[in-house]
């Protein structure tokens, strides 16, 4: 069955850092986005991506933040300089339609924990 | 503005059924979506309603209530492995259809 893989699953960095976040989405799918969640929160919208652009970001993806499309698979997340409250898990999502069309279904990774210190 | 309203528990008993409601507040509300995660894991899909009423799947429903601003999720014949916080989102068409996420019910399943 088709999945949405992330790297790495763990990254423990310093602040200050750059990071950077990949996934590789489902093949067939159109759009993609990050979420991220802090430990024992809700999950909350970062980006969403279609036709190699940005299509919706949230007050969180500040400029410290960019996405990138590479190239024909990997989808990455780029943090410029990290900060103590960038610690969360990253989520990687992917869908056929915009929010997952007509069920709204998106497709996660399993997600990139990162630590900063 | 938008928010989602959740129980952030709720504990029931193995084979019982248990329903977590979600109220929300949307401007462009478009359709309410339902997701399982066991901690530590990544969410999964569970189910969507975009319009009143009941759809099932197996032992899970989700139900909808536009006029109400209103849903809910039922699971049925509880088991061990459905302990896991769900979340229910919604599609904001004000938001280019984005989900708006609750903050999730955790919820505790006993012998």
């Known amino acids: 069955e088709p999945e949405v893989t992330q790297t790495p699953s763990h990254q423990v960095t310093q602040m200050g850092q750059e990071v950077i976040l990949r996934c590789v989405p489902i093949s067939n799918h159109l759009y993609f986005y990050w979420y991220r969640q802090i430990l024992g929160q809700k999950v909350e919208f970062l980006v969403s991506f279609y036709n190699n652009e940005i299509s919706e970001k949230s007050e969180i993806f500040d400029d410290q933040f960019s996405v990138e499309r590479p190239d024909g698979s990997n989808f990455t997340l780029k943090i410029r300089s990290t900060k103590l409250e960038d610690s969360a898990m990253y989520f990687c999502?992917?869908?056929?339609?915009?929010?997952?069309?007509?069920?709204?279904?998106?497709?996660f990774g399993e997600g990139s924990r990162l630590t900063v210190l | 503005g938008q928010s989602l309203e959740q129980p952030s528990e709720v504990t029931a008993v193995e084979g019982a059924i248990v329903q977590i409601n979600c109220t929300y507040q949307?401007?462009?509300?478009?359709?309410l979506s339902w997701y399982q995660q066991h901690d530590g894991g990544a969410p999964t899909f569970l189910s969507y309603n975009g319009l009143d009423g009941l759809e099932e799947t197996g032992r899970f429903s989700s139900f909808l209530s536009r006029s109400d601003s209103y849903g809910y999720l039922l699971l049925q014949e509880l088991q061990m492995k459905d302990s896991a916080s769900y979340f229910c989102a919604v599609r904001d068409s004000h938001s280019n259809y984005q989900l708006i996420w609750g903050a999730g019910t955790k919820l505790i399943i006993k012998p």
């Open positions: 999502a992917s869908s056929e339609t915009v929010a997952g069309g007509g069920t709204g279904e998106l497709f």
């Open positions: 949307t401007s462009g509300f478009y359709g």
